[in-house]
Every structure is written in structure tokens, then in C-alpha cells.
């Protein structure tokens, strides 16, 4: 951040998408003590409620990193717009920490960190470079939980209080991936070269860390009825239209041979879960954690 900045008399509005952003944030505050009714009980099987406390965890070590890393950016991009955009991050992702505490504690209990989500979320914390934690966080880790959040939803609408939960904070994190969407077409074009590059490497660690990491889950996702290979074209699909609407690619990495790669191992569980069906197996999904 520029210090001269902070000291200039003139108001400059650069980003008036953002600045609606914020008037939004204050529309949808919501207080997550009082919103939900937290006495409600959350019936599920007990493979199903285990499974989904695994896959929620990843989420809450997420919200954690989320919420260091839009505080810190606070610090290091120079538009006031995008500064009161985060602040008002800030304080959502507390709420996020706090409500999938709750979750997680009514469903079973946090579960150790998944080691690969660990790897990425210490990198997208500990990284010092603005456009790198704007790409990382907030356009790539941002719209992966979203989508998770879709996908459980469905998964789970046995359950009130998850729906009402995730509503809420679905809400949010659309408006964070926003923030991205909005400022980065910006940044990106002051950027230089050599430094997108190493973005771009970052990008390709990132990406093959969330793999391993939904990899890791794919019996989780198994007991909550959800199709991985499915999610994953979805996902894919999601990225792309939040990329389109940057209206530049500049920065941004991506290899549809690795992704097909990706999607192959997927598609390769499905027909293994097939041949398990047919032969009248319980697969491993209902019985054992990755
Ligand atoms: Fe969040
Ligand atoms: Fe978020």
C-alpha cells in the first residue's frame, strides 16, 4: 500500500460496483446468534452426519484462513472502495467461523485439518503478493466453497438448520468472489509479466491441492449422495463464468488436459462404486473415512 495515499484530500471513486458491494453487505448484515434457532436438532444417519462433519471441517479451517486473508488484504490493495468491500468481508467471515463452530459441534465435532487444504490455505495466507492472495482466496477458494455450499444443501435438506445456515453464508461469499471479479481486471492489467507467471505457478499448486483434497473426501461425498464427478464439471463450469466476467483472462491459469485428468479419477470412483452395486457390496463410502 502506498502511504501518500491515506494523506490525499481527494476522494477518488474508481469502483462504484464495489462500493455496491458494501451498501449490500450492510443490507444482508444478519447476526448469526439470533437468525437461527440454534435448538433445533440436525436428524441424520450417523454415517451421513460423520461424513458431513468431515467435509464441513475443510470448510471451517477455510472460513479461519478467509478470514485472515481479507483482513490482510484490507491492508495491501490501494482503493478505498476495495478496502470497505473487505472490511465488511471481514466481519462475514467471523460470523462463518462461528456458525460452522456451531455446526460442526451440534453434528459431531471439527475434525483434524485435511493435509492438503492445510498446504493451500497456509500458502494463500502466508503469500505476500496482493494479486496472488485476490486470485487464490478470493476467485478460486471463494467459488469452490460456494459450489460446495449448493452441493451440501442439497445433499442435506433432511436438515432445516444447515439449509438456513448455508443460505446465509452462501449469500456472502457470492458477494466476496465479487470483490474479485469487480477489482482484479484492474490490478491485473498493472501486473507485470514475470510477476503473473509466478501467479501462474501458484495457481497450478493451488489447483492440484484442492484436488488431492476433494480426492481425499471422495467417501464422504459418497455417504452425502453426492456425484464428484458431476460437482466437478459444475464446478469447472462455475469457474469459468465467474473468469468471463472479469472480462480478462489475464493472470489466470488454466489446463483443461489436467483438468480432464482430474475429472478422469472421479469418473473412475463412480464406475468402481457401480461395479460395487451390482455385485450387492456396501461400498467403502458407508463405512470408513478416506
Ligand atoms: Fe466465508
Ligand atoms: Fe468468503
Not at 434457532?37 to 484462513?65: F, H, N
Amino acid at each position: 500500500m502506498n502511504i501518500e495515499y491515506l494523506f490525499k484530500p481527494e476522494i477518488e471513486q474508481k469502483f462504484p460496483r464495489l462500493e455496491r458491494l458494501f451498501e449490500q453487505s450492510k443490507e444482508d448484515f444478519w447476526n448469526e446468534s439470533t437468525v437461527v434457532d440454534w435448538s433445533q436438532p440436525i436428524d441424520m444417519v450417523p454415517e451421513k452426519r460423520r461424513a458431513l462433519a468431515r467435509v464441513l471441517s475443510i470448510i471451517y479451517y477455510g472460513e479461519r484462513a478467509a478470514l485472515e486473508v481479507s483482513a490482510q488484504l484490507i491492508s495491501m490493495v490501494d482503493d478505498e472502495e476495495c478496502k470497505f468491500a473487505l472490511a465488511a468481508q471481514v466481519i462475514e467471515e467471523a460470523k462463518h467461523v462461528s456458525v460452522f463452530r456451531r455446526v460442526l459441534t451440534k453434528l459431531d465435532q471439527i475434525h483434524p485439518v485435511d493435509p492438503w487444504s492445510k498446504r493451500l490455505l497456509a500458502d494463500l495466507v502466508l503469500v505476500k503478493d496482493t494479486v496472488a492472495k485476490l486470485i487464490g482466496m478470493q476467485l478460486i477458494v471463494e467459488n469452490v466453497a460456494n459450489h460446495l455450499f449448493v452441493e451440501i444443501g442439497r445433499a442435506c435438506e433432511e436438515a432445516p438448520l444447515l439449509s438456513e445456515v448455508l443460505k446465509y453464508v452462501a449469500r456472502d461469499e457470492k458477494k466476496h468472489t465479487g470483490i474479485a471479479a469487480i477489482y482484479l481486471p484492474k490490478v491485473l492489467e498493472r501486473t507485470s509479466t514475470l510477476r503473473l507467471e509466478f501467479i501462474k505457478l501458484r495457481q497450478v499448486y493451488w489447483s492440484f491441492c484442492l484436488d488431492r483434497t476433494i480426492y481425499n473426501h471422495r467417501y464422504d461425498a459418497d455417504a452425502l449422495g453426492i456425484d464428484l464427478f458431476d460437482a466437478m464439471i459444475k464446478g469447472i463450469k462455475a469457474q469459468e463464468r465467474l473468469v468471463e466476467s472479469m472480462g480478462t483472462r489475464r493472470g489466470i491459469w488454466k489446463n483443461r488436459f489436467l483438468e480432464s485428468l482430474s475429472l478422469r479419477m472421479y469418473r473412475k470412483h463412480n464406475e468402481e462404486n457401480e461395479r460395487r452395486a451390482q455385485q450387492g457390496q456396501k461400498g467403502k463410502a458407508w463405512t470408513r473415512a478416506a
